[in-house]
Structure formats: structure tokens, C-alpha cells
């Protein structure tokens, strides 16, 4: 493999998922990212524009890290993680956003595992035991009824998934009557969780947490902001459900490390693309393996970066099951996700690289703006 000569950026806009539209909109945008190195091999990524900013300020943010990029020498992971250390000192110094450094470490993942005609998760821990899927769990949508509830979580359970997580209604009272109607609706042994959003006082979480206690949900995700260590460890001295956050906290896999260092939450979330890429989510895994911190994957925003959270977890198991939002497959746009399997997961793609298989009509149907390429 020889030095990267080129990194193009282009933009789509396409219709809003169910969980986004009334947040950000009727239609959102992502970039598309492809690095090229001398020889011609290409690696990709898709990075999605978070709360509804376009592709065109987003692809300013990925082109100002091209200098870190071009002409860099990526022949195996040292090579992915020199450029990595790199354009993490331009996010830190905060010129650029997290997203901007993901969008560039996943294609370089995917760029390696190209050239060497490997899964990326072979790259990643070359010693680790081979495995063919990954367990997934269901994001579901807002919803604001208790049958609305009950239906969502049917069709997703049908789909195959054996967890699904719950996000706030926005009154505590409903969220009870909800979470109390769906576990009498499927019994004890459905998977479930409730994500607040950071959308409670403690009295509110208190009491939504003693039910789903009670009810025996898998954990209670961010019912306080991401710094909030003393209202988190105040609700679990009152209800013990595990805590999960640090989803959306600014930084890097160094504010991951602080967190884990003073036992914020006893689920830590991360995943390819608010923790920096592949090379980031890695280092988040690695220091909770030693610190003894448990994980849960959030979801990738986009199929590449979902894509990439399959592939770590392939090889470190300590992460458990990955995020995806339900409808299954509705947000993962521009290219095809794996096939899920009801009861095992989802399958891995054998193809080197990330996997990526692309909805060219698709792309082609929804691009906006014109493919930016700069050459090193």
C-alpha cells in the first residue's frame, strides 16, 4: 500500500427516521467520505450531520483535517493511529468536531482492510477468535399513547430483536403507565430498556426508575446530563438499576477514561462516532477492560459507522449487543446493512474492508451539492 493521494467529500439529503423528524426536521443530511491511496484502493465512510446541519458546513470540518490525511503513509494500524493522534489534537484544541475525525479514522479502517483483502475486525485484533454475527438491541421511536407503545414493540420484537429500549414520552406519569403495559404485555423474559434523553429532575427519575426497577429493565440510560455524577450516584443509591451515559459528552476517549476513573454511571456508552472513529471506541474498550467498566454500544448515526460498531464488537465481546433504531434499516441510508437473524444477531459481511455494499440509486437520488476532492 503507498501514501494516501486524495480524500473526496460529497453530501445527501434524504427523509428524517422516525425518531429525528420532529427534533430536526423532515429531511437530514450526511456526508460521504473516500480516501484513496497512490495504488487506487479506496476506503469510505458515512457520517451523519447531527441536529440538522447541512453537508456543506459538515464537509468544511472533514476537509480542514485533508492535510493530516494526504500524503500520509497507511500501511497497518500504526499508520491509521499516526493520523488519528493527529487530527484528535486539532478536535481537542476544538477546531473541529469529533465527527469530523470519525468520518476520516473509519475510512482509513476501511481503506486498510481494502488493501489487505481483510474484515477491518481482523485488523483490529488480529488474535482475537473469529465470529460470523454480533448481538443487536432496538431502538424504538418516540412514541406518545400506550398502544402506540405496545404496537412499536411488537413489530420490532417480530423483527427478530430481543431487546428493545424505550425513549421518554415527556411525562413521567405516561412513561410509567408505558413501561408498566409493555412488560405485562410481553412478560418477564422480553429485553427491555428506557432512554430519558437528560430530560429529568431527580424526582423525576426516582420515581420512573423505581418502576423500571421493579419491572426489571436492563439499565436506566441518561436520566441526567453526562457530567452529572452527583445526581447519578444519587439515584442509584435510591434505586439500584444500572445508569448508562456519557453517550454525547464532549471530548474524546480521554473524557471516556475520566468518567470511567470516577464511576460516573455503571453503563458507559460508546460507539464509532461520538468516541472518534474506530481507533477511538477501541481505546474507550481498552481502558474499561482495565478499569473494569461496563460498556453498551450506541448506535452510529449512519450504516458505516454502525458498521464499524459491528466490527469492534466481532472481537471484543466485553461491549455486548449493538444499538440499532427501529423500523430496522430505516436509518441506515446510502448502503445496506447486514441481515439480522431473529434470536442471533446480526450477520457479519465477509468483504474486506468495512463491508460496505452502496444503494448507488440511492446516492445518485439524493446527492446535494458537488463531490469536493482534494489531492495531495
Known amino acids: ?95 473541529v468536531s469529533i465527527f469530523a475525525v470519525s468520518a476520516i479514522d473509519v475510512a482509513l479502517w476501511d481503506l486498510l482492510g481494502v488493501a489487505r483483502g481483510l474484515p477491518v475486525r481482523t485488523l483490529i485484533d488480529p488474535a482475537a477468535e473469529p465470529v460470523d454475527r454480533v448481538p443487536a438491541y432496538a431502538s424504538l421511536p418516540h412514541v406518545h399513547s400506550t398502544a402506540q407503545a405496545i404496537d412499536v414493540a411488537h413489530e420490532t420484537y417480530a423483527a427478530g430483536f430481543e431487546t428493545v429500549k424505550l425513549h421518554s414520552s415527556g411525562s413521567v406519569q405516561l412513561d410509567v403507565e408505558i413501561v408498566t403495559a409493555l412488560r405485562a404485555e410481553f412478560g418477564a423474559d422480553a429485553g427491555m430498556a428506557f432512554d430519558a434523553a437528560r430530560a429529568f429532575s431527580r424526582d423525576q427519575a426516582r420515581t420512573l426508575a423505581v418502576s423500571l426497577h421493579e419491572l426489571g429493565f436492563l439499565w436506566f440510560e441518561e436520566p441526567f446530563g453526562p457530567f452529572a455524577d452527583e445526581d447519578c450516584a444519587w439515584l442509584f443509591d435510591q434505586v439500584p438499576i444500572p445508569i448508562a451515559g456519557f453517550e454525547t459528552a464532549p471530548g474524546s476517549p480521554d473524557s471516556a477514561r475520566w468518567a470511567m476513573e470516577r464511576g460516573i454511571v455503571q453503563r458507559l456508552l460508546v460507539d464509532c462516532y461520538w468516541k472518534a472513529g474506530i481507533s477511538g471506541a477501541k481505546r474507550v474498550v481498552d481502558t474499561a477492560e482495565t478499569l473494569g467498566q461496563k460498556l453498551l454500544v450506541h448506535h452510529g448515526a449512519s450504516t458505516a459507522m454502525n458498521l464499524a460498531n459491528m466490527q469492534l464488537a466481532a472481537v471484543r465481546p466485553s461491549l455486548g449487543p449493538i444499538e440499532l433504531l427501529a423500523p430496522f434499516g430505516e436509518y441506515d441510508v446510502a448502503a445496506y446493512l447486514p441481515e439480522l437473524a431473529p434470536g442471533k444477531g446480526i450477520i457479519l459481511p465477509t468483504e474486506p474492508g468495512l463491508g460496505l455494499r452502496w444503494d448507488e440509486d440511492f446516492v445518485a437520488a439524493h446527492r446535494v451539492g458537488d463531490v469536493r476532492t482534494i489531492r495531495g
Open 1 to 95: 500500500m503507498s501514501k494516501i493521494a486524495q480524500i473526496s467529500v460529497s453530501g445527501i439529503r434524504y427523509p428524517s427516521g422516525s425518531l429525528h423528524k420532529t427534533r430536526w426536521g423532515a429531511h437530514e443530511e450526511a456526508c460521504i467520505v473516500e480516501i484513496v491511496d497512490a495504488d487506487g484502493h479506496r476506503g469510505s465512510s458515512i457520517a451523519r450531520c447531527h441536529a440538522g446541519r447541512s453537508a456543506a458546513a459538515f464537509r468544511e470540518e472533514i476537509e480542514a483535517l485533508s492535510h493530516v490525511v494526504l500524503g500520509a503513509q497507511v500501511d497497518d494500524v500504526d499508520g491509521i493511529r499516526s493520523v488519528f493522534e493527529r487530527a484528535l489534537h486539532i478536535h481537542l484544541a476544538q477546531y
